[in-house]
């Protein structure tokens, strides 16, 4: 790869050291490259040692008892990069294209992408999978050092000077506000923190005229790894390269194409990675809307400054911006450091208000997000300031500041600390941290300033790197201490817990993919992904991109979903088990205890005949329609609630806020259905407790559109066929469905399913996207798959010509023809692609024709 330059009028100069800069006494030429290595990795090493000990301090995972999973990090992160390991290990069913296992099938790759992207996250195949934790705390802690050690040889591009000084300058960018209090426990927007120095070195190769195959290649790495953080990264660097370019003495000319050479560079690598790109953007246009959950990005502005202090933390949520004592002062005393051209003084001032100012600004907050702010952390972007104090301290500290300087920056810190001392983002650990570590970074610095012989200016950067690594420690320590999740409620130390083992180990040797899947079952709660996690086929499912399609058909069939739909909850009745494919699933016992229970199923593929789906089933839209009509049976009995007409609710009295349900009459209704059945409620939009006489109360906690409550059985119907159950509810203006109840005929159902088992099933072969079923001969009618028909699926009857499926009743329809039909083959290929593909084909193309052009220019020469 040619690290020639273009011409001479198309290169900026690398700027010198001056007098007085902090690379006095430094290594000759030849031995800098080793020393700016040794640096990288010292910073590296400090980095992940005071992010270790700062846990270890405070007794966390994976040193200690206290927990460091919490939320996503729990519910999705762990589980996650639990199927990585069973794909890695080829343990489950489905490939990075489909997953078999959640949401009774849904598609992958996007997840893939944005959750398990980062490199570091194949380290999991190397752990045992019980202990799939453990490598994902090595992602952050892997790409805390990584970040370090790249901000390092950044820094040494952006201004020469000692390797040592500016890896503490990366210390304080790998462990600042935005990693320690949520970046950590991401472990996929970690590689953002990674990607911002490299793609500022990618862009001071454009600068600079040279690597423009390596520079495409490392955007390309950076975009895979997690297009979301890339995203603001690109634009972080972009920024920084405008801002070299107006504070360089080039010409407009030379400005133009080095501007040129970063565009190509960065299109080029884009184009690499378009696959991932477009996989994801259409992923997330095709997912549960989230627009109801947007949080605001105003922040006061004392509250602001306040999180500019090591340790600092705000609730309600502000950008965490932190590097540290060291970086701090000397961004405060870069305004005085006369060395430093006014031009560039004033420059990387600017940027670092107008950066920090867009984080609290919508239009500009929605610029660094893609356009759309999120529903959760609000300052996704913060670490991209971070690196901008970094950027600006290492800048003051390469022409070492004179004492008078840094006095200046130490009475602007004083200031500061006096302005937020009592603000709430300022607890007991960052006031602490703060005036230790300004005190000791100012005294150090004023001593090293002093231009002391080399032992003593090495006994002094000693002396830095220590206080360094004490103010991160301690930084870490603290903020785990405010953060500790068990400080909310009762916590586990670790994701999986003795039931998720014993139900592994209880579902494992009954597992019969593909002629029934194995789900543990509501009962069975570990995380919002169990069925990753412990392994089984279940509809335990929690990802920002489960699609429209497949929230609604399984919500039509009477699914409980969380989250506006981008949770699924397993399923509890039996008829929907059925529908599914469900053939085993589990029985709590106790605490921890599991038995193995077999249920009927229908078979995974299995054919309907012509017009069943129409004959069962009044009124048409109701939810007991739809089970009909995908069973093929009559199985329900709905009577009408009350005297009202159908199609309109019943409004329920809530309870008197002074008594409890069971000491209050409550909403008593009274159905006829025939005895023994089992009797069923389903009001997805019911916050109350339902109670039949003999059975335990089940709570509904429906909130539409964010939670819709499942269908729950009730109790069985006595004797005389009067089935009475009585609704409590706090809350004025709920109301509950006239044909709220289902009487459920257990023998008529059980008969359906062996009627579609011994009719209409099918021999089926799963690869890890593609679905194969050998149907009775002649068929007729449709075959259904039981899962959902989300956009991406394509089947073929016969041999003949793939075409995407219907939706039968929610789940994924293959018409037969009236011809009669044996065979069926289904494939699933995300959205995007193959689109992507061709980009990224193009942008090899792109970047033989580069390396083509660069070889012969060269030979010209």
Request: glycine share 12%; hydrophobic share 45%; charged share 15%.
């Amino acid at each position: 790869m040619s690290h020639a330059p273009t011409t001479p009028a198309a290169v900026l100069p690398r700027p010198a050291d001056r007098r007085g800069g902090s690379g006095r006494g430094e290594a000759p030429p030849g031995r800098r490259p080793l020393l700016g290595a040794l640096a990288a990795l010292v910073s590296a090493l400090i980095a992940m040692t005071a992010y270790g000990a700062g846990l270890a301090a405070f007794g966390s995972y994976p040193f200690g008892p206290s927990p460091r999973a919490d939320n996503d990090l729990r519910h999705q992160y762990v589980p996650f990069h639990t199927h990585l390991w069973d794909l890695q290990h080829a343990a489950v069913p489905g490939d990075l294209l489909y997953n078999w296992q959640s949401g009774y099938g849904v598609g992958f790759l996007g997840d893939f992408f944005t959750y398990l992207a980062n490199p570091f996250s194949w380290l999991v195949g190397l752990f045992p999978r019980d202990q799939s934790e453990f490598p994902v705390f090595l992602v952050s802690l892997f790409s805390i050092g990584l970040a370090a050690a790249v901000m390092t040889v950044f820094l040494g591009r952006l201004r020469p000077g000692s390797p040592w000084l500016r890896a503490l300058m990366s210390v304080g960018y790998a462990l600042c506000g935005w990693t320690t209090a949520e970046g950590a426990i991401v472990p996929m927007w970690m590689w953002g923190l990674v990607a911002l120095p490299l793609l500022c070195i990618a862009a001071d190769w454009a600068l600079t005229g040279r690597r423009p195959l390596l520079g495409s290649l490392l955007v390309a790495l950076c975009w895979y790894a997690n297009f979301y953080t890339a995203a603001m990264a690109t634009l972080a660097a972009a920024l920084v390269l405008l801002l070299r370019l107006l504070t360089s003495t080039a010409d407009g000319r030379t400005r133009l194409r080095v501007l040129g050479r970063a565009a190509t560079m960065t299109a080029t690598g884009m184009l690499l990675a378009a696959p991932a790109i477009l996989v994801c953007a259409l992923a997330n246009a095709q997912a549960q809307p989230t627009d109801k959950y947007v949080v605001s990005v105003a922040t006061p502005a004392r509250t602001y400054l306040a999180m500019f202090l090591p340790g600092s933390i705000a609730s309600p949520s502000a950008p965490n911006v932190f590097t540290g004592s060291l970086v701090l002062l000397l961004v405060l005393a870069l305004p005085f450091q006369s060395r430093v051209p006014v031009r560039e003084r004033v420059a990387w001032s600017v940027l670092i208000t107008l950066t920090a100012l867009s984080f609290v600004f919508t239009p500009t907050a929605k610029l660094w997000q893609g356009l759309a702010l999120p529903h959760g952390a609000p300052f996704r972007e913060s670490f991209v300031l971070s690196g901008f104090l970094a950027m600006a301290a290492w800048l003051c500290l390469a022409r070492m500041p004179r004492p008078r300087a840094l006095l200046g920056g130490a009475a602007l810190l004083a200031l500061l600390l006096a302005f937020t001392y009592d603000a709430q983002p300022v607890g007991g650990h960052a006031l602490t941290g703060s005036l230790a570590g300004g005190a000791a970074v100012t005294a150090l610095l004023l001593l090293y300033a002093r231009g002391l012989r080399r032992p003593a200016r090495a006994a002094v950067a000693g002396l830095l790197a220590v206080t360094v690594l004490a103010g991160a420690t301690y930084c870490v320590y603290g903020l785990t201490d405010l953060l500790d999740p068990a400080k909310r409620g009762p916590a586990r130390a670790q994701t999986m817990t003795q039931l998720g083992l014993n139900t592994r180990q209880a579902l494992g040797p009954r597992d019969r993919w593909p002629d029934a899947r194995t789900d543990p079952g509501p009962g069975v709660f570990v995380t919002n992904n169990d069925a990753m996690l412990l392994g089984t086929q279940g509809g335990s499912y929690y990802s920002s991109y489960i699609t429209r399609e497949t929230a609604g058909a399984l919500a039509g069939l009477g699914l409980g979903e969380a989250m506006g739909g981008r949770h699924l909850w397993p399923v509890r009745d039996p008829v929907l088990q059925a529908l599914l494919g469900i053939g085993t699933t589990l029985d709590v016992i106790g605490t921890d205890g599991v038995r193995v229970r077999e249920t009927p199923a229908v078979p995974l593929v299995a054919v309907r005949p012509p017009g069943s789906d129409r004959a069962y089933g009044a009124p048409a839209d109701s939810v007991w329609a739809r089970r009909q009509a995908a069973l093929g049976a009559r199985v329900y009995e709905v009577p009408v609630l009350g005297a009202q007409d159908p199609r309109r609710g019943l409004r329920l009295s809530p309870d008197p806020a002074d008594a409890g349900a069971a000491g209050t009459p409550g909403n008593t209704f009274t159905a006829r259905c025939t005895p023994g059945a089992r009797a069923f409620l389903y009001a997805p939009a019911l916050r109350a407790d339902v109670a039949a006489p003999g059975s335990p109360s089940e709570g509904f906690y429906g909130d539409p559109p964010q939670r819709l409550a499942p269908l729950k059985e009730l109790g069985t119907v006595p004797a005389d066929g009067r089935f009475t159950f009585t609704v409590h509810t706090g809350e004025d203006g709920q109301s509950l469905p006239a044909d709220a109840l289902g009487c459920l005929d257990v023998p008529a159902f059980e008969q359906a399913v062996r009627t579609l088992r011994e009719t209409g099933g099918a021999t089926v072969t799963t690869g890890g996207h593609t679905l194969t079923a050998r149907l009775p001969h002649g068929s007729t009618g449709t075959a259904v798959v039981a899962t959902t028909a989300p956009p991406g699926w394509t089947c073929s009857v016969d041999g003949g010509p793939a075409r995407p499926p219907v939706s039968y009743q929610g789940l994924l329809g293959v018409p037969l023809g009236k011809d009669g039909a044996s065979r069926i083959a289904c494939a699933y290929r995300p959205p995007g692609l193959t689109a992507g593909l061709a980009g990224t084909g193009a942008g090899a193309l792109a970047l033989v024709g580069v390396g083509v052009f660069t070889r012969l220019r060269l030979r010209r020469r």
